[in-house]
């Protein structure tokens, strides 16, 4: 198993224990920090795993599978439970989980029709502005809590804006198929 893979690897390890310490008081007021270093270092493996795939020319077949998955269980995990927490109300996790399956499924017919379709810069954007406002969720610091409700609504909104760029750029992938 290549570097990149171990990385991936690691971030799905990690998972639990960032949703233990989450989701627990067992350290105390410590607790929420140690979830935040889980939740940083493990967002740092997404970004390390593909440069270096890419820088080394690593990229491998489980690599191309798990390293977005290992990225939608993260994130998605942790807005889960923000619903819990009553920090971030679940239509909003709906819309945001609903964008990652949409996503998902119009890869894999371009897959299907040999065609990899790299992510948009408003793609880039929606995920660097969902991990700050998770880190914001995560800290959960009362006088930070209006910049924490604006990331999720520019959060959101880069979702459904990335959403339409992605399947407007690439509509193309679902006319192939159909038959005249």
Do not use: H
Not at 26 to 42: E, P, R, Y
Not at 72 to 90: D, G, H, T, Y
Not at 127 to 147: G, K, P, R
């Amino acid at each position: 198993m290549n570097l990149p893979n171990k990385l991936t690897t690691l971030r799905v390890i990690l998972i639990p224990f960032f949703l233990f310490f989450l989701m627990t008081d067992v350290a105390g007021a410590a607790s929420k920090w140690i979830a935040l270093a889980i939740f940083v270092i493990a967002s740092l493996t997404d970004f390390l795993d593909g440069y270096i795939a890419r820088k080394y020319d690593l990229v491998s077949n489980f690599g191309k599978f798990m390293d977005p998955l290992a990225d939608k269980l993260l994130v998605c995990s942790a807005m889960i439970c923000f619903v819990e927490l009553e920090r971030m109300p679940a239509w909003i996790v709906v819309i945001i989980i609903a964008r990652e399956f949409i996503i998902s499924g119009f890869r894999l017919i371009a897959a299907e029709q040999g065609r990899v379709i790299a992510a948009g810069w408003w793609g880039k954007f929606k995920t660097a502005f969902t991990m700050f406002m998770e880190i914001a969720m995560i800290i959960n610091i009362e006088e930070l809590s209006l910049v924490t409700t604006v990331l999720m609504y520019v959060s959101l909104a880069l979702t459904i804006i990335s959403l339409a760029d992605y399947l407007l750029r690439n509509r193309d992938v679902l006319k192939e198929g159909d038959k005249k």
